[in-house]
């Protein structure tokens, strides 16, 4: 089964802090990797994606990709209080399906 | 620019009731279509995905169907309602290369009691 894993956290940081968020996923041939962020009883909004090996960066947001560790991370420069929700790690698999962790719960404390 | 909707926004239905959950897409044609349900505290699970009018995948086996009559609709529909459908539905379009990201509606929150 393939599989999308993420801490549940939740991860509190103060705020002005780095927040990493971190995903790991089973399946070699995934395509195409996603963060999305879901505020409590909302439906998700995507914050990045990211297609190829490296670094891509989007104001405070950094998306990291290892396809050899098969390693996908978020940095959250500067948090906000407002980043307070849950991350979803999405990865597009070898048959075009996109598959979810869990999630992991960001408390960014004032 | 391109808005997804879905309807109803809350939904509290009795067992064995059935459910029909729309979905429409503005601002683009020819999407990819999916429904997916998410349950109190768990990461989403997709269950249907379409590519065209009337073409419909399913992922999951479970008394819910859906349906694509036009171009930009995408309805779920349930004849007989269990308690374990209760969940939060989410519908999502993405253009037509299947790699390439979905975009969510806002959802309807159905609680079966």
């Known amino acids: 089964q393939k599989e999308v894993e993420q801490n549940s956290g939740p991860l509190s940081v103060p705020e002005g802090a780095i927040a990493s968020l971190n995903c790991t996923y089973s399946?070699?041939?995934?395509?195409?990797f996603f963060w999305y962020r879901q505020y409590s009883g909302k439906s998700p909004e995507l914050i990045m994606s990211?297609?190829?090996?490296g670094d891509k960066e989007d104001g405070r947001f950094t998306a990291q990709l290892n396809k050899a560790s098969q390693y996908v991370s978020l940095l959250i420069r500067d948090s906000q209080p407002s980043d307070s929700a849950t991350y979803l790690c999405?990865?597009?698999?070898?048959?075009?399906?996109?598959?979810f962790g869990s999630g992991t719960r960001l408390l960014v404390r004032p | 620019s391109q808005t997804i909707h879905q309807w109803p926004a809350t939904l509290v239905q009795p067992v064995g009731s059935p459910l029909s959950l729309e979905c429409t897409v503005e601002?683009?044609?020819?999407?990819?279509l999916y429904w997916y349900r998410q349950a109190a505290g768990r990461g989403l699970q997709l269950l249907f995905y379409?590519?065209?009018?009337?073409?419909i995948s399913s992922e999951v086996p479970q008394n819910l169907s859906a349906s694509r009559p036009q171009d930009r609709q995408f309805i779920l529909s349930s004849k007989k309602l269990l308690l374990s459908d209760s969940g939060f539905y989410l519908c999502?379009?993405?253009?037509?290369?299947?790699?390439?990201?979905?975009?969510f509606g806002p959802g309807t929150r159905l609680t079966v009691i």
């Open positions: 999405a990865v597009c698999d070898s048959s075009y399906k996109l598959i």
């Open positions: 990211i297609y190829s090996n």
């Open positions: 379409s590519v065209g009018i009337g073409q």
């Open positions: 999502a379009w993405s253009r037509g290369v299947r790699t390439d990201t979905q975009y």
């Open positions: 399946d070699r041939g995934s395509q195409s």
């Open positions: 601002g683009t044609s020819n999407p990819n």
